[in-house]
């Protein structure tokens, strides 16, 4: 009769005694907590995010608007404008 094929892993024999405890993979140290942010430091920040957030959404009006413009043929510069 065919024998079993040589298993890599030995059998866990729960009879011999003490087991070993612990892992031995060395991991890296969790990162250190974030530093908490103030009032003032959030309200900056939403600040900022709310201005870039303004000009992003204007600049992209502005480029669409022109190329629809200049889809139907109209440019700028078929008007004058004169200050009095």
Avoid: C, F
């Avoid at 059998?11 to 969790?30: F, H, N, Q, T, Y």
């Avoid at 900022?48 to 992003?56: F, Q, R, T």
């Amino acid at each position: 009769m065919a024998q079993p094929l040589p298993v890599r892993k030995q059998a866990v024999d729960l009879a011999a005694g003490p087991r070993k405890v612990g892992s031995r993979i060395r991991r890296a140290p969790p990162p250190p907590p974030e530093k908490k942010l103030s009032a003032a430091d959030i309200r900056e920040r939403e600040a900022w995010v709310m201005g870039v957030g303004m000009s992003a959404v204007a600049l992209a009006l502005m480029v669409i608007l022109l190329a629809a413009a200049h889809w139907a043929g109209w440019t700028p510069s078929n008007y004058v404008i004169s200050l009095k």
